[in-house]
T-cell receptor, first 113, second 115 residues
């Protein structure tokens, strides 16, 4: 049973425009939400996270928004750059001490120059 | 640079022949994880070690085993690989309870092919 869902397998955006990647989850007990970026032949790298007690976290061009009532989060990339082209995974952390993460299936972002 | 290293990057094994994948870390993180990722699917947690405590996911097949001889190393053993075990295997580390929100540090993965 997939607890974290990314319903868009791919997204194409023009360079300089905004990229919006979406993620939905089912478990209201998740306490942290994270975004990872993955290039081909590499492991995922941590991008940005948000605590469940917040609704927004910003880091440079990357902003994550959390809507707890809708169990939905989104990653905004502004402005998008060709180097942002990668697969983006949404993940959620369970509240136990082991920090287990549940991942979505990923969204492949292509930024067109 | 502190990092998570997986060896080998690519592994080809014969159907039914035991294979071991390795992971090492220089981050001194107390939790180490093994994930299996098949094409277009979410990474699936197989098991993790919190220090020396082994935690197996309920749906991880018995064919998969793990060892953590010390803080730095963790191994994934597949006793009798089947064609369905061909996947990318990702090792990751974290600081555990105090590291929430910082996420994992992943290795580059080992792509396993079963022939």
């Amino acid at each position: 049973d997939q607890q974290v869902k990314q319903n868009s397998p791919s997204l194409s955006v023009q360079e300089g425009r905004i990229s919006i990647l979406n993620c939905d989850y089912t478990n209201s007990m998740f306490d942290y939400f994270l975004w990872y970026k993955k290039y081909p032949a590499e492991g995922p790298t941590f991008l940005i996270s948000i605590s469940s007690i917040k609704d927004k976290n910003e880091d440079g061009r990357f902003t994550v928004f959390l809507n707890k009532s809708a169990k939905h989060l989104s990653l905004h990339i502004v402005p998008s750059q060709p180097g942002d082209s990668a697969v983006y995974f949404c993940a959620a952390s369970d509240p136990t001490g082991a920090n287990n993460l549940f991942f979505g299936t990923g969204t492949r972002l292509t930024v067109i120059p | 640079d502190a990092m998570v290293i997986q060896n080998p990057r690519y592994q080809v094994t014969q159907f039914g022949k035991p294979v071991t994948l390795s992971c090492s870390q220089t981050l001194n993180h107390n939790v180490m994880y093994w994930y299996q990722q098949k094409s277009s699917q979410a990474p699936k947690l197989l098991f993790h070690y919190y220090d020396k405590d082994f935690n197996n996911e309920a749906d991880t097949p018995d064919n998969f085993q793990s060892r953590r001889p010390n803080t730095s190393f963790c191994f994934l053993d597949i006793r009798s690989p089947g064609l369905g075990d061909a996947a990318m295997y990702l090792c990751a580390t974290s600081r555990g309870g105090t590291g929430k929100g910082y996420g994992y540090t992943f290795g580059s993965g080992t792509r396993l092919t079963v022939v």
